[in-house]
Structure formats: structure tokens, C-alpha cells
T-cell receptor, first 109, second 115 residues
């Protein structure tokens, strides 16, 4: 079966750095996505990785290793508004998105 | 620019009543359209997707149905709601370009409570 694993919940301090991991086992691979979802709201797109390596976008970076079936989302200089759930999703060989359950990130002052 | 509208935002319905959620996309043509459901603590579950008018693919057998009467309109329906239909329903669209990320963009969501 297809599976996406990410931690259920993480806590970090304002101003710090946090890394949210995602491991996947899917039938083929056609890209990995990270989305941010604030409570009660819709997910919004953060990043897309299709090749190995690091993609940086401001305070957020996303890393991919296809051989290890692994990705992480790195958030720097954490702000209170970064408190949200972070969803990892992988597009499989049929171009269907397989979603993880999300990681709830709690930022403390 | 493209925008996606989804309504109603919140609804409370009795068991056995009908349901209609509507989604429209502006600023693009021939988009791929999707209906997802999100249960607490679980990943997004794809319910239906559509690649064109009248073309609907169902991913999960249940008492829900979807229709695409116009290019940029996607409707989620039920004739008789069950308690288990409660959840957060999300409409989304993506480009049909043959390459690239084809990122999913979501509507604001509809929170359904069935009592």
C-alpha cells in the first residue's frame, strides 16, 4: 500500500528553527508537495520538490531525497503565525496525490 | 489571476436530508477539479475528480455524488446524508498542463455537521 508518515505534533519556540520530516512509500514518484493549513482554513501551497536537493523560499526550505523516500520542511526564524498544520503529499505514478495526516506545529513565545 | 469560490462555508443538516455544495473557478479554462474530505487527524481523502464537463471519477464508494455541469463549476451532492458524512469538504483545482507542478489550489472549505 501507499503510505506517508509525518509526526503528529511538534512544539518549537518563537525565533527558533524547526524541521518537519516526511517519509513516503508510494507507487512511483512524480513530485512532493508541502502545504500549510491554519486551523479551520484550507491548505495553502508552500513548496514542490521533484528533484533531489534543497529548495529555498524565504524562511521556508524543503529538501528531498528520492532514494530514501524522505523529505523535510525547514522553517527558520519562527513566528507565532507559523502555528499551523503542515501537510506532506506525494504524487504517484498515476499522478494521484497521496496525503499525510499532517504535523501540527505549536509555536511558544 | 485565478480564484476559487466554494459555498456554503458552514452548514448543519439532519440525517437523511439532501446536500449540495458548490464550487466555481474563475480566471482559467478547462481546469482539473477535485472534491476532498478532511476528517480530524487524518489525511485529505479524495472523493471525486473531473478532467472535463460531465467527466467524473469517483475514488470512494459512498452516498455522495458529484457533477460538473459547466467547465468551471463542480457540485457535490447527496440525496440522504449520514452521520458519517460530517467533515470538512474542500474543493480544489489544478492546471491541466502536461508538465510542471500543477499545484492544487483549494477553496475556503465547507464544514458540514450532520445531526
Amino acid at each position: 500500500g501507499q503510505n506517508i508518515d509525518q509526526p503528529t505534533e511538534m512544539t518549537a519556540t518563537e525565533g527558533a528553527i524547526v524541521q518537519i520530516n516526511c517519509t513516503y512509500q508510494t507507487s512511483g514518484f512524480n513530485g512532493l508537495f508541502w502545504y500549510q493549513q491554519h486551523a479551520g482554513e484550507a491548505p495553502t501551497f508552500l513548496s514542490y520538490n521533484v528533484l533531489d536537493g534543497l529548495e529555498e523560499k524565504g524562511r521556508f526550505s524543503s529538501f528531498l531525497s528520492r532514494s530514501k523516500g524522505y523529505s523535510y520542511l525547514l522553517l527558520k526564524e519562527l513566528q507565532m503565525k507559523d502555528s499551523a498544520s503542515y501537510l506532506c503529499a506525494v504524487r504517484d505514478s498515476n499522478y494521484q496525490l497521496i496525503w499525510g495526516a499532517g504535523t501540527k506545529l505549536i509555536i511558544k513565545p | 489571476s485565478q480564484t476559487i469560490h466554494q459555498w456554503p462555508a458552514t452548514l448543519v443538516q439532519p440525517v437523511g436530508s439532501p446536500l449540495s455544495l458548490e464550487c466555481t473557478v474563475e480566471g482559467t479554462s478547462n481546469p482539473n477539479l477535485y472534491w476532498y474530505r478532511q476528517a480530524a487527524g487524518r489525511g485529505l481523502q479524495l472523493l471525486f475528480y473531473s478532467v472535463g464537463i460531465g467527466q467524473i471519477s469517483s475514488e470512494v464508494p459512498q452516498n455522495l455524488s458529484a457533477s460538473r455541469p459547466q467547465d468551471r463549476q463542480f457540485i457535490l451532492s447527496s440525496k440522504k446524508l449520514l452521520l458519517s458524512d460530517s467533515g470538512f469538504y474542500l474543493c480544489a483545482w489544478s492546471s491541466t498542463a502536461p508538465s510542471g507542478a500543477n499545484v492544487l489550489t483549494f477553496g475556503a472549505g465547507s464544514r458540514l455537521t450532520v445531526l
